[in-house]
């Protein structure tokens, strides 16, 4: 069974932080999501990537498969960005997800 | 990205009445569904992995005769909680994939209040 481990649990920034948000695991995965869960509970998937990196408007993702870590970057950090961001991988041919316990992230304006 | 909706957003029921949750894939074929659960601060927990015309396969320790799963099409999938109790109150969340596809498109949520 894959152990997710997101750190930190909880972080608080000044609005213009730049945000790094880390994920890491076990065994070897499929691929890693980026989950993002508002106060409301809706969850939305931010990214899927198995290698590199990838990047959508601030937000950028990053995946060492050696070191079996990722992180979550949040780039000029605003308000709305406050959520909980969520860790999940896929095994080797296993479509189930292993969750992270998430990190809540509250910006400050 | 793909859209997945679930209905309702949110739902009281009383103890001892089922309430059907819907999954609804919008704009895509979904082979398979997953259906989650959220307690508060929590992260969330499979429940049950649905493919399209075949039985759910349910995780360790969810009652199979309690959360009946039905995937009757490709867009489609239900959640109904039979002989609902208070503590059946929780976030009930799927998801959908796609064929060929690993990346798992979530629905809003449903919040289930059992009184």
């Known amino acids: 069974k894959n152990e997710v481990e997101q750190s930190p649990q909880n972080l608080t920034a000044q609005e213009g932080e730049f945000i790094t948000i880390n994920c890491s695991y076990s065994v070897g995965i499929s691929a890693l999501h980026w989950l993002q869960q508002h106060p409301g509970g809706g969850i939305v998937s931010l990214f899927m990537l198995s290698s590199g990196k990838k990047k959508h408007g601030r937000l950028i993702a990053t995946i060492n498969i050696q070191e079996k870590h990722s992180s979550l970057h949040i780039t000029a950090s605003h308000p709305r960005d406050s959520a909980v961001y969520i860790c999940?991988?896929?095994?080797?041919?296993?479509?189930?997800?292993?969750f992270g316990t998430g990190t809540r992230l509250t910006i400050i304006p | 990205g793909a859209v997945v909706s679930q209905h309702p957003s949110r739902v009281i029921c009383k103890s001892g009445t089922s309430v059907k949750i819907e999954c609804r894939s919008l704009d895509f074929q979904a082979t398979t569904m997953f259906w989650y659960r959220q307690f508060p601060k929590q992260s969330l927990m499979l429940m049950a992995t649905?493919?399209?015309?075949?039985?759910?396969?349910?995780e360790q320790g969810v009652e199979k005769d309690k959360f009946l799963i039905n995937h009757a099409s490709l867009t489609l999938s239900t959640l109904t909680v039979t002989s609902a109790h208070p503590e059946d109150s929780s976030f009930y969340i799927c998801s959908a994939e796609g064929r060929g596809r690993y990346e798992q498109y979530f629905g809003p949520g449903t919040r289930l209040t059992v009184t």
């Open positions: 649905s493919n399209e015309g075949s039985k759910a396969t349910y």
């Open positions: 999940a991988v896929g095994g080797v041919g296993n479509e189930k997800l292993t």
